[in-house]
């Protein structure tokens, strides 16, 4: 198969506009009687679920937490990006654009990205009128802020918690569909399936987590909007229950999976504080705006941050981005603190830690101010640690948090199975090889208030779709192969947890897979993971019964589907041999020891295609043609 | 590092929402201060396992005091002893070796339960569907800017909106009352322009929907304040009483 993009002819300005008008609707009356699935409620799935409701389809809607509005979503914290330009800074649509791409390391296509840029400011209005309370200045205007990888100020927020206000925003329409019922809610169920007939995507089969019953779902659609694959590395920013079984399952049955490898690791994180560990707390990107990162001059130095004096400290990210200074991209900053630590001059009991400095920007702005702006992430701070960030700096570390790698899909969000779409932190399709700072929860609304509302009519409009029930043979098939899958888990009765198994593969892909990445470490993470894979299915212990609420066999579930998508990761890494954004391939580097892209062999997407678990997957190409935006050596100094 | 702890803990077991419940007791040894309650239980359940026994079920997801998936009361009170924090983000570094710790789910008639620990908090979600929103299509909207908000109303909006919708007030009420969920939500509605036209309607058809539900009315307790991890104000039930009597004249 090969693949197209399905990208518009003509100026990139129109395009969309162009392809909007060119794509067949459906007629009004017709609409309710298609149905669309739609699986996850974050703000892709939301926000869809609600448009699409709107518009008067018959909808679907599953996502695994009690209430939809517990999305991971609800935890992001810094903004969202949008090209108002409402400061006058000189943002543009087209300088949006530009730092996506640039940001991206120039591995994203950019008919999406301008795309993304264009709708960005739609979705703020949106937002607004839905009753988002975001920031206001006393004049009453909206607020903004800057975020890394932008010298401009196009980040709307809503205090330390700006992804629960548009969460709950696209919660409350979804709600309003619910009322009117065009929308149909179905919490607590787990898509452990996706049920192709005629080659299209018709339904999905699911676990009822409360009785453990297996349940199926036809429809004319399948929106898959389930999120990232970061829990893969165990220790992450993501929510628990976040996982990558629908996107991995789906792959399974023909999706295509893009730049696996594409993953971000961010910054500003709260360290490890002992093996107990279950998750890892984001401390928001807005703090760079103001506080200072530093660790000491010298290697190994003891001495409390209060006695080290200003001339023995290294701000090492204004010593060599002085342009950019502590607002680089996400993928510097945290090689840098990597590398600081690696030289021995990390901080804290562990020395796996920097220092987030705010004793400047209180002098300057006065404690009222900082604590306005960062006052609830100074509590979670101490809450945390047990250390009050107005006397003492805080200490942060890089942590996993996003997966820019995700399902291949085409400019109309539809993946290599026709009828199945993916939106949000799931699909690939935006930000290359590093996402900036505020705009996944830009992207995440883009693809679903604006997008999918459009291109699933043309899909509908323009395909024949022969009657299908859940009585199908189909659905039968996949529900007893599912059945089949958590019946052998339960019956291993091994010696070691399913949390063990994971925290060991989530350390695999740390170390060899994370930050840094070498061809002799993926090729030893390429033999180590089925290894460790192969140990999983002989020696796992799943307590309980499957007919009945159970974490652990959920779990357990999720952690096979890990296993696999680990090996592609590590595959793909190994396979671009250049470094790009957040993948960084130690072999090729600048002299100064920046990212060192291979435009001649690597200015592509790597599509991967499921070939069977002991096959390795079979490699397709879509390459990236760059017409709007040169390619340059990515520089922030 | 401080040493780590032993504690004796009561906790309710139940195995579905028909068979009755009881308190069950169990040790956990090597407790970090450094480590979350939830993090505690993890280490208590994975010992449970290992000794081939069925493990607690709790609900979780975040694990950093947003999404309000979390939800235990800790020696009678909702979320545990700490002032706004949610059990996730409870630390051990508050307890003491061979301190005794009861934990049980949130009670009420509302939030039925599911399993040990975890409740079912559907009721939420029906209030929310019944006027939790403000009336507009996706791409309705005016351009941003064209409503200005002060930025004292703007945060008095986002104090009420703070709300994680974890039901911990419900748990804390005698009453088993949502007035302080009801009122918040109604309130970063009412305190904003976009929230006007509905607004009426909105406390009318929330109310009901509550009192459909099976939860207590409000008698100005304040439990629920004091349990809230957001700090949510009293006043927005008051807000929410004006709001419902000047709909209904
Ligand atoms: C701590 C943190 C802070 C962040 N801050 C920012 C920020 O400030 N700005 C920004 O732009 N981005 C931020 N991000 C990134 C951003 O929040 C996410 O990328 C984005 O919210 C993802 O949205 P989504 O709709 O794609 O998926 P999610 O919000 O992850 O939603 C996934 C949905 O799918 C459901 N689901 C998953 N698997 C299944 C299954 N198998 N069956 C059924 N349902 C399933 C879940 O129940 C959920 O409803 C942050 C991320 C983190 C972790
Ligand atoms: S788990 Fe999310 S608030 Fe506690």
Known sequence: ???????????????????????????????????????????????????LGELGYNVKTFCIQDSPR?????????????????????DSIWRLFYDTVKGGDYRSREANVYRLAQISVNIIDQCVAQGVPFAREYGGLLSNRSFGGAQVSRTFYARGQTGQQLLLGAYSALQRQVDAKTVTLYPRREMLDLVVIGGKARGIVVRNLINGQMESYAGDAVI???????????????????????????????AYFANPCYTQIHPTCIPVSGQHQSKLTLMSEGLRNDGRVWVPQPKGDKRRPSEIPEAERDYYLERRYPSFGNLVPRDVASRNAKAVCDEGRGVGETGLAVYLDFADAIKRLGEKTIDEKYGNLFDMYERITGENPWDVPMRIYPAMHYTMGGLWVDYNLMSTIPGLHVLGEANFSDHGANRLGASALMQGLADGYFVIPYTI????????????????????????????????????????????????????????????????????????????????????????????????????????DYMEIAELMARDALHRAESCGGHFREESQTADGEAQRDDKHFSYVAAWEYNGLNNPPVLHKEPLLFENVKLSQRSYK | MTK?????????????????????????????PAMSFLEMLDQLNRDLVRKGETPIEFDSDCREGIC????????????????????????????????????????????????????????????????????????????????????????LAMDAAACIGCGACVAACPNASASLFVGAFLSKFA?????????????????????????????NIGECEAVCPKEISLSTIARMRRDLWKALF
């Not at chain 1, 993926?522 to 007919?547: C, D, S």
């Not at chain 2, 929402?17 to 956990?28: F, M, R």
Request: net charge positive; with cysteine; hydrophobic share 40%.
């Open chain 2, 4 to 32: 780590p702890m032993t504690l004796y803990l009561s906790i309710w077991r139940q195995p579905n929402a028909k068979t009755p419940g009881k308190l069950i007791q169990y040790t956990v040894t090597d407790v970090s």
């Open chain 1, 1 to 51: 198969m090969t693949l197209d993009a399905k990208i518009p002819s003509g100026p990139i300005q129109d395009m969309w506009d162009k392809h909007k008008f060119e794509m067949k609707l459906v007629n009004p009356a017709n609409k309710r009687k298609y149905t669309i699935i739609v699986v996850g409620t974050g703000l892709a799935g939301a926000s869809a679920a609600a448009s």
């Open chain 2, 191 to 219: 305190l904003l322009p976009q929230g006007q036209p509905e607004r009426k309607q909105r406390a009318q058809r929330m109310v009901s929907q509550m009192d459909a539900e099976g939860f207590g009315g409000c008698s």
């Open chain 2, 68 to 155: 309000g998936t979390c939800g235990l009361v800790v020696n009678g009170i909702a979320h545990g002893p700490e002032r706004a924090t949610t059990v996730c983000q409870l630390h051990m570094r508050h307890f003491k070796d061979g301190d005794a710790i009861t934990i049980e789910p949130w009670r009420a008639k509302a939030f039925p339960i599911v399993k040990d620990l975890v409740v079912d908090r559907g009721a939420f979600d029906r209030i929310v569907a019944s006027g939790g929103y403000i009336s507009v299509n996706t791409g309705a909207a005016p351009d941003a800017a064209a409503i200005l908000i002060s930025k004292e109303m703007a945060d």
């Open chain 1, 224 to 254: 898959i909007a389930t999120g990232g694959y970061g829990t893969a590395y165990y220790l992450s920013t993501n929510a628990v229950n976040s996982n990558a079984t629908a996107i991995w399952r789906c792959h399974k049955r023909g």
């Open chain 1, 70 to 90: 517990r999305a991971h979503s609800i935890a992001a914290q810094g903004g969202i990006n949008a090209a108002k330009n409402y400061q006058n800074d000189g």
């Open chain 1, 457 to 560: 009519g043309d899909y509908l409009a323009g395909t024949s779709l022969e009657k299908v029930a859940t009585d199908h043979v189909e659905f039968k098939r996949v529900a007893s192969e599912v059945q089949a899958d958590i019946a052998r888990m339960l019956s291993i009765k091994g010696a070691k947890t399913v949390g063990e198994f994971h925290r060991t593969l989530g350390g695999m892909l740390w170390d060899y897979v994370g930050m840094a990445r070498n061809e002799k470490g993926l090729k030893h993470a390429l033999e180590a993971i089925p290894r460790l894979r192969e140990e999983f299915w002989q020696n796992m212990m799943v307590p309980g019964r499957a007919e009945d609420l159970n974490k652990s066999l959920e779990m357990a579930g999720r952690v096979a």
